[in-house]
């Protein structure tokens, strides 16, 4: 195809672009630039600038004036592994950040050149499950220049290409991995390294070394753990060749390798090295950031200290409840076996009797063990401290009667352990109608994925059911014709339902999605929602269930709000199409309100299954009053136990990595699911749809 | 033997009570034996609750054997009525033979009668449980005229795994709530070790990387994974490493393909296995 023109470039761009254009800023060099790419890269550009637009119009403006220099100079894979690189930078640090990963496009040409290399996003969502596997506790995982961990997230190099194949610059990115996850399991910022090091005259220096040691203490460990991967790792040595690979079998190292050495082993042969030499070099050496650490360390013992102590009060409850069970005065106790490298098993009672605690409470010791080694005495005590909130019920005065008329709805106060009366005025609204091209540009963009989605949705509508004893039908039925026999020779009424007949089983079944329209889902989890329901709809016409959309956010009790996107009745018009495009990040997610307002609707529809799933983004939460945490979750948690008494069920497909906290305690434990990517969430909301009415 | 009856001998409908002879490999995990010895002197029927692949059938074989009872194992599927439990007629010889179905088969001989996965069968096939599950233990065969009351050895036994997700596929109230539930879970890990090692007679060494392996599998559970590797699983996966399967083709055999599909999850649980093994 010829390239496009100069002018027919501009009114595109012009078109695209129009809001951060203006009488001295044109789409004009814009235009130019682009003119001199050839058709493909223009195509690429346009489309690139369509989609970047709808996150932010200055971003698309940003790429458009990069695409021109830079796109010749990358491979298609480079390229887009610039953009989404941008679009990160600017979703996590703004429209600086992000404009300046467009300038420097630079480093991704650099980087495609090397044919082995591996990208952090091809390996990022194996390496995640790797790690979750090895586990202690959940990890995030993001890229970075260097390597290094807070103990939270890993952070892995964004390409790794010193390898001299794909499968070794695999390995050295799951080599890194699990050395950073080696560095929580096996306590590295268990105490102040910064203190630590104060008295070497370069603490820095010392830093670099403490991490190539901690490297072979934490080795050591994870060949104990992980022979296999030891084995790997000694191969790659070995054929690398690196310098100085002799030094790390040095006699001086023999403490580190010991199965109780900790970091003080390493801290303690500092004082006895040249700290002046050079440090050898690793592909997989990241960097030891203890001041990040630390924070992370701390904000996760207080977090988890309220947690356990909270769930421990739980189990307290419960025991007193089962009628053998505690006395008032009895305590709760912990023994820590360390021998288990599979991470510390650590056992409870209470009163001296063995309790098994469920999954989270487990989980939380085990990461507790993690940072201190112990459980102390003072996180054992179960806390049963009720706080008095001293508010009545609402009363629909307080409500500004300007906000158009509301439907109320009762809240429930775990701590009062009542409803606080027509406590949330909630309103249903229309979205402002977004372009409907949003559509058409999904489907085109999941193209083959939709032709699979729509097969297998089918299978799901066509299954056939042959259904036996028919009046009338295809075929004879050769049971009943037997049995009407042997009934008839037995002196009995000859049955009429001789003949079987093929019937689509109707699927009696009602769904409807809560969409989370708060404000955190701004950027690419809204855009990923808005796809997800293009999908949905796709395949749902395919099957015939009845099906409805509703967003919801709000701020404040007095202000919720249901977005009306789909009724049941309605069909998948051009109007609903607009809706869905129109779906927008809006303010806070009060939920309890919005699942009440859903049941209500649902009580006029009448079907067997009734299936109420939320796509969410995070726990229930709300602006300046108490909805954040434990409220939230137990209003919400007492509407979904309404929901169920209305023979609703209830499911949440969620994004927010820890959603196990709290979401078995809401939905039930097999009521919800995590997506750990977005960028799959589209696709996999069909697919959890189809499992969970097959 | 003419050829009518070797059909009826070749039907499903007419089960053979399986007598257990010899004393089934059975590791107990809590006092569920002595929990379902207790419900079968109550004359309640039991509900078997757990992940697939912990030990309920092999359970059921064992207190079958211990009890002395027949047992009569049911797979359900959705295809599973009413009819193919109880009964139906049957022509042999030009004459009209009525044949009981498992259920009614069990009831008569006073068996145990095990229904596998009971949410798989039909709705309504579970209603023709309810008058045996609760006191009256009775078994109604509507057209065979016949009111079948269950002697007092008869258990009625049912399994059930509560982590499915599909909404189609839960246990009604009315019937749950009339069986005495028997929790199901992974064994503990030296109990564990045990019983791969008796089922397959797999070396200390490997069977301990095996449980390494499983439990890193039941940490992903729920993410990204339904469920964790199994003892069944873990027990495949021994057998094969015994018969000189290299582990890792083994496990990714026995266990990575049977936990999922999904290809970046097959390659984690590879990657896991390769770091073990
Ligand atoms: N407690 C146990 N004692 C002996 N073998 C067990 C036990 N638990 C599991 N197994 C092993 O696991 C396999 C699968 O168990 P099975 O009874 O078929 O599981 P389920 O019926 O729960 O799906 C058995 O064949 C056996 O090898
Ligand atoms: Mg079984």
């Known amino acids: 195809m010829p390239p496009l023109a100069t002018a027919a470039l501009e009114k595109r761009l012009d078109a695209l672009l129009n809001p951060v254009l203006s009488s001295r800023r044109t789409a004009a060099p814009l235009a130019a630039g682009v003119a001199t790419l050839p058709r493909a890269l223009q195509d690429f550009t346009l489309h690139w600038v369509e989609v970047i637009g709808r996150t932010n119009y200055e971003m698309a403006y940003q790429f458009a004036a990069a695409a021109p220099e830079a796109l010749p100079a990358l491979d298609t894979q480079a390229a887009e592994a610039w953009i989404i690189q941008a679009m990160d930078s600017y979703d996590r640090e703004g429209l600086y950040q992000g404009s300046l990963v467009f300038k420097q496009y630079a480093d991704f040409a650099q980087r495609g050149l090397n044919a082995h290399g591996v990208q952090f996003n091809e390996v990022a969502t194996v390496l995640e499950r790797f790690v979750c596997g090895l586990a202690g506790r959940r990890l995030n995982i993001d890229s970075a220049e260097t390597a290094w961990t807070d103990t939270e997230t890993l952070y892995l190099p964004p390409r790794i290409t010193v390898g001299a194949s794909r499968d070794e610059n695999f390995l050295i990115y799951k080599i890194i991995a699990t050395l950073l996850w080696a560095q929580g399991r096996y306590g590295t910022f268990n105490i102040d390294l910064n203190a630590a090091l104060a008295h070497h005259s370069e603490p820095a220096r010392a830093l670099v070394w403490l991490n190539y040691l901690e490297v072979i203490r934490l080795e050591a460990n994870i060949a104990r753990l992980l022979p296999g991967l030891a084995r790997d790792l000694a191969a790659l040595r070995g054929e690398s060749g690196e310098s100085g690979e002799s030094s790390d079998h040095d006699a001086r190292y023999a403490p580190l390798r010991a199965v109780d050495a900790g970091v003080r082993d390493s801290i303690a042969l500092l004082d006895t090295l040249d700290l002046q030499q050079a440090v050898p070099r690793r592909a997989w050496l990241g960097t030891l950031r203890p001041a990040s650490a630390k924070a992370a360390r701390e904000a996760r013992l207080t977090r988890e200290k309220d947690a356990l102590q909270a769930a421990l009060a739980q189990l307290f409850k419960e025991q007193i409840q089962n009628a053998d069970g505690a006395e008032e005065n009895q305590n709760f106790e912990v023994r820590v076996n360390h021998d288990d490298n599979l991470g510390a098993d650590v056992e409870l009672t209470l009163g001296g009797k063995p309790l098994a605690p469920p999954k989270p409470v487990r989980e939380l010791l085990d990461s507790i063990v993690q940072d201190l080694g112990e459980i102390p005495d003072e996180y054992l005590l179960a806390n049963t401290a009720q706080e008095a909130t001293g508010e009545g019920d609402g009363d629909e005065q307080d409500i500004a009667p300007a906000d158009g008329p509301a439907v109320y709805y009762d809240e429930w106060d775990f701590q009062r352990r009542h409803y606080r009366k027509n406590w949330c005025a909630l309103r249903e609204l229309e979205p402002p109608a977004g372009d409907a091209a949003f559509v058409e540009s999904t489907l085109k963009k999941y193209a083959p994925q939709v032709t699979q989605l729509k097969r297998n949705f089918e299978l799901l509508r066509g299954e056939d059911r042959l259904m036996k004893r028919q009046q009338h039908g295809d075929d004879i039925d050769l049971d009943a014709v037997i049995a009407a026999y042997a009934d008839m020779r037995a002196g009995r009424e000859l049955p009429q339902r001789l003949f079987t007949k093929r019937h689509k089983a109707e699927r009696n079944l009602a769904v409807m999605f809560m969409v989370d329209m708060s404000g955190s889902t701004k950027g690419w989890i809204n855009e990923a929602e808005r796809e997800a329901l293009v999908l949905l709809a796709e395949a749902l016409q395919v099957l015939g269930d009845r099906y409805a959309i509703y967003g919801f956010s709000g701020m404040t009790r007095k202000r919720c709000e249901i977005f009306h996107i789909k009724r049941f009745d309605e069909p998948y018009s051009e109007r609903v199409r607009q809706r869905i495009a129109g779906i927008a990040p809006q303010d806070y997610t009060r939920m309890g309100a919005a699942i009440r307002h859903l049941s209500a609707l649902f009580e006029t529809v009448d079907a067997r299954t009734k299936l109420l799933i939320t796509l969410s983004d995070g726990k229930p939460d709300d602006y300046s009053d108490n909805y954040r945490g434990e409220y939230g979750i137990e209003d919400t948690r007492q509407a979904l136990i309404e929901a169920h008494r209305a023979g609703i069920k209830p499911f949440c497909i969620t994004i927010d990595h820890e959603a196990r906290d709290y979401l078995p305690h809401m939905y039930g434990a097999a009521n919800w699911t995590l997506i750990d990517n977005v960028l799959r969430l589209p696709l996999k909301v069909a697919d959890i749809y189809r499992r969970l009415t097959s | ?277």
């Open chain 2, 1 to 277: 033997m003419d050829a009518s009856t070797s059909t009826r001998t070749a039907t499903p409908l007419q089960p053979e009570a399986r007598l257990i002879t010899h004393e089934p490999y059975y590791e107990p995990v809590a006092d569920e034996i002595a929990l379902f010895e207790a419900a079968c002197d109550s004359r309640i029927p039991v509900l078997l609750k757990g992940p697939t692949g912990c030990g309920k059938t092999r359970f059921m074989e064992y207190v079958a054997w211990k009890l002395k009872r027949p047992l009569i194992t049911v797979s359900c599927h959705d295809d599973l009525t009413a009819n193919d439990l109880v009964g139906r007629y049957l022509i042999t010889n030009n004459e009209t033979v009525w044949v009981d179905g498992p259920l009614a088969h069990a009831v008569r001989v006073g068996g145990i009668c095990y229904l596998d996965e009971v949410v798989e069968a039909r709705k309504d096939t579970t209603v023709v449980i309810h008058p045996l599950a609760d006191d009256r233990r009775m078994l109604p065969i509507e057209k065979h005229g016949e009111l079948l009351r269950a002697p007092d050895s008869f258990v009625l036994a049912m399994s059930y795994n509560p982590g499915y997700q599909s909404v189609l596929k839960e246990l009604k109230q009315s019937t749950r709530q009339r069986f005495v539930a028997i929790e199901f879970n992974y064994p503990s890990e030296t109990l564990e070790a045990k019983i791969v090692a008796a089922e397959s007679g797999l070396d200390a060494a490997n069977i301990a990387k095996l449980l390494k392996l499983a439990h890193m599998t039941r940490n992903l559970k729920g993410n990204g994974l339904d469920e964790g590797a199994s003892t069944r699983l873990l027990v495949h996966a021994a057998k094969l490493i015994k018969r000189g399967v290299a582990a890792r083709v083994a496990c990714h055999g026995a266990i990575a393909e049977a936990l999922t599909d999904d290809a970046e999850m097959l390659r984690a649980i590879d990657e896991l296995t390769s770091s073990i093994f």
